[in-house]
């Protein structure tokens, strides 16, 4: 069965620094991963995802992620945080059984 | 036309009413799905819709109960919810089932008293 696992409930970092979610990934067969952003009150939107073609995915907002098979990861990566970027991060696969499986989510926060 | 809509933005009822919920995409998408999210948690996906034919039932009680008259359009039915059944309900779509990309809603945040 496939699973994500968000390390981090919460992160906060400053605006310009580096944003680093992490996520990591069990699956038996090559994965379908997505990362998902929820801004309050809202709905999900996806910032992208990773189907196999390249390992570096490039996604909205200057958002990226590596899919690492060594590691088994998925983490997600800005080099620049704004004020903008504050929501709630959710990292995702998509299961055999046609469901997406939603990681626990995580935070982040921009401090000024 | 890349969005789903859902209405109402926001809901409140009593643990007697009879409400709906409302999910619209025109997007061509065969597939349509229900998820409930709890307050800091992720969602979880309720029903799934295909060719409108109810696909996947995750077990959801009875007072919960979906609808799909037709391929744009999604319905969830509510009736005798208890206070725990208070949450954020999302309304997604994709092309057909078994298609790894969701486009989701905004939600409509229900609250029951």
């Known amino acids: 069965a496939q699973s994500v696992t968000q390390l981090g409930s919460h992160v906060s970092v400053s605006e310009g620094a580096l944003v680093l979610l992490r996520c990591n990934y069990s699956s038996s067969v090559p994965p379908y991963l997505f990362w998902y952003v929820q801004y309050p009150n809202q709905g999900l939107q996806l910032l992208l995802k990773?189907?196999?073609?390249?390992?570096l995915v490039k996604g909205i907002n200057g958002f990226e992620a590596e899919f690492k098979k060594s590691e088994t990861s998925f983490h997600l990566t800005k080099p620049s945080a704004h004020m903008s970027d504050a929501a709630e991060y959710f990292c995702?696969?998509?299961?055999?059984?046609?469901?997406?499986?939603f990681g626990s989510g995580t935070r982040l926060s921009i401090r000024p | 036309d890349t969005e789903v809509t859902q209405t109402p933005k926001h809901l409140v009822m009593g643990m007697t009413n009879k409400k709906s919920l409302k999910c619209e995409q025109h997007?061509?998408?065969?597939?349509m799905y229900w998820y409930k999210q709890k307050a800091k948690k992720p969602p979880e996906l309720m029903f799934v819709y295909s060719y409108e034919k109810l696909s996947i039932n995750e077990s959801v009680p009875s007072r919960f109960s979906p609808e799909c008259p037709n391929s744009s359009l999604l319905n969830l039915h509510l009736h005798a919810l208890q206070p725990e059944d208070s949450a954020l309900y999302l309304c997604?779509?994709?092309?057909?089932?078994?298609?790894?990309?969701?486009?989701f809603g905004p939600g409509t945040r229900l609250t029951v008293l």
């Open positions: 990773y189907t196999s073609a390249a390992t």
């Open positions: 997007m061509g998408h065969r597939a």
């Open positions: 995702a696969v998509y299961s055999s059984a046609s469901k997406i499986i």
């Open positions: 997604a779509s994709s092309q057909a089932l078994g298609d790894n990309e969701q486009f």
